[in-house]
Nanobody, 124 residues
């Protein structure tokens, strides 16, 4: 699968951005999807995950109430709506697809395919 992420950019603290990630192939609806981020000198961390149907989601504690993950299976696309952005949200954001069909969406080990990343920079 190929994952193409977009929507990153420069935004002031308190602002909003929406990231998109479109997947190739015809089996998108069978796979859980997730968003991760990595900032310089830090390990890649889980941000949000969503089940294959979109009925269940999970979030890293620091983004709960500010970020929303969603998906449109008809468009093979997963979204990450980010609001009330903070400078500490600055990172390269990656979308990911689960290794297996109908599998979990909350752990980095659930995911096996990664997009190229999109930079999000939040200025103070």
């Amino acid at each position: 699968v190929q994952l193409q992420a977009s929507g990153g950019g420069l935004v002031q603290a308190g602002g909003s951005l929406t990231l998109s990630c479109t997947a190739s192939g015809s089996t998108f609806s069978r796979y859980s999807m997730g968003w991760f981020r990595q900032s310089p000198g830090k390990e890649r961390e889980f941000v949000a995950g969503i089940s294959w149907s979109g009925s269940r989601t999970d979030y890293e504690d620091s983004v709960k109430g500010r970020f929303t993950i969603s998906r449109d299976n008809a468009k093979n696309t997963v979204y990450l709506q980010m609001t009330s952005l903070k400078p500490e949200d600055t990172a390269v954001y990656y979308c990911a697809q689960s290794r297996n069909q109908y599998s979990g969406y909350s752990r980095v080990t659930n995911f096996g395919s990664w997009g190229q990343g999109t930079q999000v920079t939040v200025s103070s």
